[in-house]
């Protein structure tokens, strides 16, 4: 082939490519606009409503309502606003320590950035519940035993921060036999649970009823529940003490035997008062009226109800969503 016909196919051939490669300026792509709105977020959206709600609702000091709305906007979307709404409403309805971990992880998600006004607010409120919660601490045999309080797993190998009130310690492990106790934690104190467990070939079992059914209940001079309870013992003799406010105690003496269940009725006696006494009536009958006008001018001098030492706000945060 000579050259003319060389170069007459070779320009066939990149005719086509240099065609392709000159784009027509309306056929070309657009610019991108930076100003453009973001596509919507359907989980963002459902927590920004949550998140609303609970707010109007904290306003109306609906605590509880407004906790299940947080908790929601929480579950989608983590944010500082969700997480201090949240400690101002466990802290309303006493729910101490859930508010101390939601003040606590509003301070690490806000970060130095967040509102110095709101962050001082919070270390308030975080001293405050500390000074008011219970301590609880758990000892238990074997060391690898598992221990729940109230239900949840937790780490007993340091003292707990528990709520003021009754709470429910159960610890299990394999090849023991699983106990559980219930124990009292006021506000500011420390209570002490020991529970060892017993292997499961070597253990014996008593049932106790006992009524009324808040009365307290020992075995051997520790206290193991409040009414209805089922201990594990080892065999031999033991000791069932109960006892409750304005009524005759009650003491007596069993046999336990490896393998097997007794079940200890125990009813306590109510103790006569002096406030049955129908001259004491008498005499309070008789006075009655001069105190009712006595308490008529004193009234409006009582002070409200004890809500701590700040009370309870409704200060919602509604931005930063």
Do not use: C, K
Not at 30 to 54: I, K, L, N, V, W
Not at 118 to 127: D, F, K, P, S, T
Not at 276 to 283: D, F, I, V
């Amino acid at each position: 082939m000579t050259a003319a016909p060389r170069l007459t196919l070779l320009a066939a051939l990149l005719a086509p490519a240099a065609a392709a490669a000159q784009v027509a300026p309306d056929a070309a792509p657009p610019p991108s606009d930076a100003t453009a709105p973001a596509p919507p977020d359907p989980t963002r959206d459902a927590a920004r409503g949550h998140f609303q709600r609970g707010v109007e609702l904290i306003e109306q000091e609906r605590w509880a309502d407004a906790i299940q709305e947080l908790e929601r906007a929480q579950a989608l979307r983590v944010t500082p606003a969700v997480l201090y709404n949240l400690g101002l409403s466990y802290r309303a309805v006493g729910r101490n320590r859930e508010a101390m971990g939601a003040f606590r992880a509003f301070g690490r998600t806000a970060g130095p950035a967040g509102d110095p006004s709101l962050a001082a607010r919070v270390e308030a409120y975080v001293r405050e519940l500390a000074a008011g919660l219970g301590r609880l601490d758990v000892q238990v045999e074997p060391a690898g035993a598992r221990v729940r309080v109230d239900g949840a797993v937790v780490d007993a190998r340091d003292v707990l921060e528990v709520d003021p009130g009754r709470h429910v310690v159960a610890v299990e492990a394999e090849g023991f036999v699983g106990e559980s106790r219930a124990v009292d934690v006021a506000g500011g104190a420390q209570a002490t649970v020991v529970l060892r467990l017993a292997p499961v070939a070597a253990s014996a079992r008593v049932v106790v009823r006992a009524e009324p059914a808040g009365a307290l209940v020992r075995i051997d001079g520790r206290d193991v529940g409040f009414g209805a309870v089922e201990e594990t013992v080892g065999p031999g003799t033991h000791t069932l003490e109960v006892s409750a406010a304005g009524h005759a105690g009650f003491r007596r003496s069993f046999e336990a035997r490896a393998g097997q269940t007794q079940t200890i009725r125990a009813v306590l006696t109510a103790q006569r008062s002096a406030l049955s006494s129908p001259w004491l009536w008498a005499g309070v009958a008789a006075a009655a009226a001069g105190v009712a006008v006595a308490i008529f001018f004193l009234a409006s001098d009582l002070e409200p109800p004890y809500r701590g030492t700040l009370g309870n706000v409704t200060d919602a945060v509604t931005v930063r969503f």
